[in-house]
């Protein structure tokens, strides 16, 4: 009987043993955590590690102690959080609370946002470990201050690059009006797609602001020309005849004309004239019949 009972009563003692150690490192880890820790029991009695109390600057027990003040508030700082909807007490109830944002007001009037969650425990308690975010939020909140100032920043700038984007297409597209019912555009450099688009539309824009009668285009600062951007000057003529504008090219250089001729494109039909006095004075010849018509 005694060979039986000391075997196992050693076993027990291991096992107690053991389990002593077990309870030694978890006091330890609990006592040193940098989180807080609350536990309930079933009757509402809490414990509290020194983080916590740290946090909290409160050693009632009783939950029906902190009834008394409200303390709690929902994350805008403002709304009171009754004390039953605190993760607690909802863990007591026996609810996995697996996030909990909420302001805390200490007994010196001093707020804390806490981060936590909350578990049952068996007879009724339950366990809450939480944590102070106050600083990490103030400087998400920063952050996103910052953020937001630089996204305006960005925005702003964008605009001001718009803006002087189109200050500069209207340099690079000046449209003249040299006197009344005249206007040149003269064109400088290469002309692709999108600006000979830019310059079509803001020279029909101005025929019809100023209801010009002549529009001379002028391209002695053209120094190579493809197909494609004499078809565009092409197009561009057409769409001035069709407002009831005449349209006169000029200054189409000689390099330019022979390459337009080895080209092969369709080109007729175009007035052209040397330069852009010649242009003018072709103008002003036309004038000159509708000015003894009008007198007369």
Not at 63 to 87: C, H, L, N, Y
Request: net charge negative; with cysteine.
């Amino acid at each position: 009987m005694n060979a039986a009972t000391n075997p196992d009563q050693q076993r027990i003692a291991e096992l107690e043993a053991e389990l002593a150690r077990a309870r030694d490192l978890l006091s330890a880890l609990i006592e040193h955590s940098p989180d807080g820790i609350l536990v309930f029991d079933g009757q509402g009695t809490r414990q509290q590690n020194p983080a916590a109390r740290a946090m909290l600057e409160d050693d009632r027990s009783k939950v029906a102690d902190w009834k008394q003040e409200s303390q709690f508030f929902r994350p805008d700082r403002v709304t009171p959080m009754p004390i039953e909807e605190t993760g607690g007490m909802r863990a007591m109830k026996g609810e996995y609370v697996d996030s909990e944002l909420l302001w805390f007001v200490d007994a010196r009037g001093r707020g804390f946002m806490l981060a936590g969650q909350a578990r049952p425990l068996a007879g009724g308690g339950a366990i809450v470990i939480f944590r102070d975010v106050t600083e990490r939020m103030e400087l998400e909140a920063d952050l996103a201050a910052r953020n937001e100032a630089l996204a305006t920043r960005e925005l702003e700038n964008r605009e001001l690059i718009e803006r002087l984007r189109v200050a500069l297409d209207e340099l690079s597209t000046p449209v003249l009006e040299v006197r009344e019912d005249v206007l040149v555009l003269p064109v400088i450099g290469i002309v692709d797609t999108q600006r000979s688009a830019q310059m079509s539309e803001r020279l029909l824009d101005e025929i019809v602001r100023t209801r010009a009668k002549h529009v001379i285009v002028d391209l002695t600062g053209v120094e190579l020309m493809d197909t494609g951007t004499a078809d565009r000057f092409a197009k561009l003529a057409r769409a001035v005849e069709l407002l009831g504008s005449r349209c006169i090219l000029s200054g189409l250089q000689p390099a330019v004309a022979q390459m337009l001729v080895e080209l092969g494109g369709d080109f007729g039909g175009l007035e052209t004239q040397r330069n852009l006095r010649h242009a003018l004075d072709a103008v002003g010849r036309s004038e000159r019949p509708e000015r003894r018509a009008a007198r007369r």
